[in-house]
């Protein structure tokens, strides 16, 4: 089945700073990549995705590469606030005709103010 | 904005017992699923459900697992009997369509404490 791995498993950063988020999945098949983040004793929420007919998206501070080729697709926070601190899990979506995604292990980011 | 909810956040239970989560998906949404957490590792999926039946389910929703839409607004999972392994966070979530053309709804999560 998908394996998908996710790292670092923590990052810490000061305000201001740039985070990327790394994940790498195995199954060829797979389409569509979307990325959560779930703030402390709150629900995961879906913050980005990506599909598999482009290579990066953007959305304000938040941004998302994929290489298929390499099979490994990237979270990208610029100017990280102290609000972005939470847990971020990155998936991989469409394994054989399945629509279940199958989720990293999450990445907790600490932004120091 | 229309949330998942689910219910009770925690639950402590001895081994060996039968616990039943809780969850109401949003109205419109057609896809329900239930996934776990054990502390520090992945989010797991569990099982998916459409149209009153269950569409996938993982290696992990063995014979002591159950899903079930009693009353057209609720979903639940039942864990009949619980082994200290089960003890995890389990969300539960929804979608408006199949996951690739459409976004997951996560609620806030359930943890149970298999004693």
């Known amino acids: 089945g998908e394996n998908v791995e996710q790292h670092p498993s923590t990052l810490s950063v000061q305000e201001g700073d740039s985070a990327v988020i790394k994940c790498t999945y195995s199954d060829s098949a797979s389409n569509y990549f979307p990325w959560y983040k779930q703030e402390l004793g709150k629900r995961p929420q879906l913050i980005i995705d990506?599909?598999?007919?482009?290579g990066e998206k953007k959305d304000q501070r938040i941004a998302v590469t994929l290489n298929k080729t390499a099979k490994h697709f990237s979270l990208h926070i610029t100017e990280t606030q102290p609000e972005d601190s939470a847990v971020y899990f990155c998936?991989?979506?469409?394994?054989?005709?399945?629509?279940?995604?199958?989720f990293g292990r999450g990445t907790s980011l600490i932004v120091h103010p | 904005e229309p949330e998942v909810t689910q219910t009770p956040s925690h639950q402590v239970t001895q081994m060996g017992q039968e616990v039943i989560l809780r969850c109401v998906p949003i109205s419109n949404h057609l896809y329900f699923y239930w996934y776990r957490q054990i502390l520090g590792q992945k989010v797991e999926f569990l099982v998916s459900?459409?149209?009153?039946?269950?569409?996938?389910k993982s290696e992990i929703f063995d014979d002591q697992f159950s899903v079930e839409r009693p009353d057209g607004s609720n979903f639940t999972l039942k864990i009949r009997s619980t082994k200290l392994e089960d003890s995890a966070m389990y969300f539960c979530?929804?979608?408006?369509?199949?996951?690739?053309?459409?976004?997951?709804?996560f609620g806030e999560g359930s943890r149970l404490t298999v004693l």
């Open positions: 990506i599909r598999s007919n482009v």
């Open positions: 979530a929804s979608s408006v369509s199949k996951l690739g053309t459409g976004e997951l709804f």
């Open positions: 998936a991989a979506v469409g394994l054989g005709g399945s629509y279940i995604p199958t």
């Open positions: 459900f459409y149209n009153n039946e269950i569409s996938e």
